[in-house]
T-cell receptor, first 119, second 111 residues
Framework: DTEVTQTPKHLVMGMTNKKSLKCEQH?????MYWYKQKAKKPPELMFV???????INESVPSRFSPECPNSSLLNLHLHALQPEDSALYLC??????????????????FGPGTRLTVL | EDQVTQSPEALRLQEGESSSLNCSYT??????LFWYRQDPGKGPEFLFT???AGEEKEKERLKATLTKKESFLHITAPKPEDSATYLC????????????FGTGTRLTVIP
């Protein structure tokens, strides 16, 4: 089973709202990722968690706050977003972080995404 | 710096008309090259991982090949349900877990 789940599927929020995106995987993967994808563009990496610790933050504004409560769960907390933050937010996981494995363990499995609209 | 370039940007095929998508890359130490399929508004679906030049993998109408400079995704006798954006990505020896993505090829198969 290579399933990554994400909730909600769609989210509409105002610029003053606080909301959270959730991601879950039960494959025993030790690396989890958040990506942002705009229409007709490839996914852009936001954050990487390795063994439940934040290892990469790609200069993402502080209005996005990631959290990894345990090895299966990943959250993205949203606060005071701007309309330009509207996008498809993707969660992914891979077996091992860094160089721990070989190329096969770099394979990232993506969830279905959350379509976020900021009004 | 790693680079991934996909061509063509868009491709329209008649049903049954075979073709190939190209992914050219430059990397300092390839660990893996990945192909994904993405339908509009959905997350990328994993297709293949290739590790070394000369390697080939197949799945139904799709076949991925790898050389030291490029990868091809061959589509044999495509059907309308193969219409999607196909993304190529790679990981390198820095161990940073980044996937470097190309901009994708939007494939449309016409019945």
């Amino acid at each position: 089973d290579t399933e990554v789940t994400q909730t909600p599927k769609h989210l509409v929020m105002g610029m003053t709202n606080k909301k959270s995106l959730k991601c879950e995987q039960h494959m025993g993967h030790r690396a989890m990722y958040w990506y942002k994808q705009k229409a007709k563009k490839p996914p852009e990496l936001m954050f990487v968690y390795s063994y439940e610790k934040l290892s990469i933050n790609e200069s993402v504004p502080s209005r996005f706050s990631p959290e990894c409560p345990n090895s299966s769960l990943l959250n993205l907390h949203l606060h005071a977003l701007q309309p330009e933050d509207s996008a498809l937010y993707l969660c992914a996981s891979s077996q091992e972080p860094g160089l721990a494995g070989d190329g096969s363990t770099d394979t990232q499995y993506f969830g279905p995404g959350t379509r976020l609209t900021v009004l | 710096e790693d680079q991934v370039t996909q061509s063509p940007e868009a491709l329209r095929l008649q049903e049954g008309e075979s073709s190939s998508l190209n992914c050219s890359y430059t990397v300092s130490g390839l660990r893996g090259l990945f192909w994904y399929r993405q339908d509009p508004g959905k997350g990328p679906e994993f297709l293949f991982t290739l590790y070394s030049a000369g390697e080939e993998k197949e799945k139904e109408r799709l076949k991925a090949t790898l050389t030291k400079k490029e990868s091809f995704l061959h589509i044999t006798a495509p059907k309308p349900e193969d219409s999607a954006t196909y993304l190529c990505a790679l990981s390198d020896q820095t161990g940073a877990n980044n996937l470097f993505f190309g901009t994708g090829t939007r494939l449309t198969v016409i019945p």
